[in-house]
């Protein structure tokens, strides 16, 4: 194994940013110690210090799991056992987009518009995965096809801001490169604790902590649906429910649709908003990764459902922060990389804007959030908490040293890729760092609205 060893190295434990991310969380200054990292993996040698994110961010997860494990077990959440975490699986499972095969063939992870573009005075980022997205591009800035050098001229042609503003106006997404980082932004946020206590858990079989929890999944794309695939591998009955007019893309959920059931509600339908109300009424959890103000119109805000609810554990998560001029804008990991300053710092010599070699704002932020989830289940539930994807990349910027997790140049990932059958095939698929799901998903929306019996 070709080791280069920067810092806590093969078999070491846990290192700086593993004790911020769960100072961040609440945890205590000494449990941060009891993570081991074993192995080693490879996600690349950029400016910014992404394998520290990786690893901190599942280490977290791993702690936290720990605890619960303890609480449920019947001690304490500092009588937790040491917790392993395998950096090769980890480097793996933080591009598991790339490494899906869905019968046999590889996955559509960018659309032709999505991207980077030169401007009169910058560039800007697009993102037209979704076809609502890429139709309001093509109207904002008025392109006679919905084709790259189409888009190419007319970006050419404009400001950035002015791009950006003009797609952000018509429902599209558009973001000027930022040349600067960002304003801070909190790694995790503690908003609420209602006083109230979750239902009793009981014990748990060993390694699946969260057996018996259930999970109401409001996300969608990568970040909130890592976090909800990670607690169903722990195994929490996590149930996500979608609007019938907003699909998801079927490779996005061939990858991210493990440890889950999905189904469809229109919430405002009188008999589908009754249905959603019995299954809050019986959840121990919500996620949701809907922008500030969404749910709020539904009156299903983290305030209202921790006030009805007070013993709820209330994760929810967005793409810019919960404060400022671009709270309620909608946002990806690569439009943040883009609007945050992280492209700019990752540019190659031509001066072109570049990326990180993971999306890993949104894998380490799904990695937090189920440790958020995790932790608040062993403290008694009864809380809400707030991520963002800028606030990891806040993290990442300033406050991640970097030089602790080793590189093996040898690194491969096959022995961390699994095969399984699913609603779209045969999936080839990373398999979690903290285990396999051992089955494939089912298609997006094919589930009913049901919790399986406990």
């Not at 004790?19 to 941060?32: D, F, N, R, S, T």
């Not at 093509?138 to 001229?153: D, F, I, Q, Y």
């Not at 919960?322 to 990389?337: K, Y």
């Not at 609007?339 to 070699?357: E, F, R, S, T």
Request: charged share 20%; glycine share 16%; with cysteine.
């Amino acid at each position: 194994m070709a080791i280069t060893e920067r810092g806590a190295g093969d078999g070491g434990t846990g290192d700086g940013g593993t004790a911020q991310a769960w100072a961040a969380l609440g945890g205590a200054p000494e449990p941060a110690g009891r993570v081991r990292y074993e192995g080693a993996g490879n996600l690349g040698e950029g400016p910014l210090p992404v394998a520290e994110l990786a690893r901190a961010t599942v280490g977290a997860c791993a702690l936290a799991a720990a605890e619960l494990a303890a609480v449920r077990a019947g001690g304490r959440p500092e009588d937790a056992a040491p917790a392993v975490v395998d950096e090769g699986a980890v480097a793996t499972a933080f591009v598991s987009e790339r490494h899906l095969r869905v019968a046999g063939r590889a996955p559509v992870t960018f659309a032709p518009l999505s991207g980077f573009w030169r401007a009169a005075d910058g560039w800007v980022r697009t993102h037209a995965n979704y076809p609502h997205h890429e139709a309001a591009l093509v109207r904002a800035l008025g392109l006679p096809s919905a084709t790259p050098e189409a888009l190419r001229a007319a970006v050419g042609q404009r400001p950035a801001v002015e791009v950006q503003e003009a797609v952000y106006a018509a429902g599209g997404l558009a973001v000027a490169v930022a040349g600067a980082y960002g304003e801070p932004q909190p790694l995790v946020e503690p908003v609420r604790e209602s006083g109230g206590r979750g239902r009793p858990l009981g014990q748990a079989p060993a390694g699946r902590p969260a057996v018996g929890v259930r999970v109401l999944d409001l996300t969608r794309v990568i970040a909130g649906p890592v976090a909800t695939r990670t607690l169903g591998l722990l195994g929490a009955d996590v149930l996500r429910i979608d609007p019938p007019g907003l699909r998801e893309a079927d490779d996005a959920y061939a990858d991210t649709g493990f440890g889950k059931r999905s189904a469809r509600l229109d919430l405002a339908v009188a008999g589908d908003r009754a249905v959603f109300e019995g299954l809050l009424a019986e959840a121990d959890v919500v996620v949701s990764g809907y922008r500030p103000g969404a749910l709020e119109a539904y009156g299903l805000g983290a305030a209202e459902l921790l006030e009805r609810w007070p013993g709820l554990v209330v994760a929810e998560l967005c793409a810019w922060g919960w404060r400022g001029p671009w709270a309620a804008r909608r946002g990806f990991d690569s439009l943040v990389q883009a609007g945050y300053g992280i492209a700019a710092a990752c540019a190659g010599p031509d001066g072109a804007p570049g990326v990180l070699p993971a999306q890993a704002l949104d894998h380490g932020t799904g990695y937090l959030v189920a440790a958020g989830v995790l932790r608040a289940l062993a403290e008694g539930g009864g809380r809400g908490l707030r991520f963002s994807l800028a606030g990891t990349g806040s993290w990442l910027v300033r406050d991640l040293a970097g030089g602790v997790s080793p590189v093996d140049a040898g690194y491969a990932a096959g022995a961390w890729l699994r095969e399984a059958e699913s609603g779209y095939g045969v999936l080839r698929y990373a398999a979690s760092p903290f285990g396999d799901w051992g089955r494939g998903p089912s298609r997006w929306g094919a589930d009913q609205a049901v919790w399986l019996r406990r």
